[in-house]
């Protein structure tokens, strides 16, 4: 997986660098000179590319700046997809804070489903068993799309990279 940055400077006499890792970037910074010669402390990192969508999405739920990003690629290197969904939901739609320092995303209360809709939702839970065991006789009455309507009160529905999801935050 390959990540690109740029670090603008916040010194606007000074020019920025394109980086891919945290001893990339400690190694330009430092050695960084605005046009005047003085030592440019302060940067931008934003997010350039990624191999994969996800991290983007990733990026900007992490908020990623000076301090936080070799935290930000370490978890975009380690995570699996399933773990960056969860952090993504549980901090960009959920409101949910976190230690960029020991984040986990087991750290947030959030559940995830693998399914598009609410009414997918309302289907899996009645094949589940969730609302108790339906005669058959009576299975084809159900009204799928009124139990979606009632999830919709503690469920959302997101997409991210290409993925949808229904989630409810904790």
């Known amino acids: 997986m390959t990540i690109t940055l740029y670090a603008q400077p916040c010194d606007l006499a000074a020019s920025g660098f394109y980086f891919k890792d945290a001893a990339t970037f400690q190694k330009k910074a430092a050695n960084l000179k605005n046009d005047f ?3 440019v402390e302060e940067f931008e990192i934003q997010f350039i590319d990624s191999d994969d969508e996800i991290d983007c999405a990733l990026a ?3 908020g990623i700046n000076q301090v936080n990003f070799a935290a930000f690629l370490n978890c975009a290197e380690n995570w699996e997809d399933w773990e960056k969904f969860h952090f993504i939901l549980a901090v960009g739609e959920c409101g949910y804070s976190f230690d960029y320092e020991t ?3 087991d750290d947030f209360d959030v559940d995830v489903f693998g399914v598009e809709t609410l ?3 309302a289907e899996r839970f009645l094949e589940d068993g969730y609302y108790g065991e339906i005669p058959e006789s009576l299975q084809f009455y159900i009204d ?4 979606a309507r009632d999830l919709a009160a503690d469920y959302s529905e997101a997409t991210i990279a290409g993925n949808s999801f229904v989630y409810r935050c904790g």
Request: proline share 6%.
């Open 37 to 39: 010669g003085q030592h």
């Open 60 to 62: 900007n739920a992490f």
């Open 103 to 105: 984040v986990s995303p």
């Open 119 to 121: 009414k997918e939702l």
């Open 144 to 147: 799928t799309d009124a139990i």
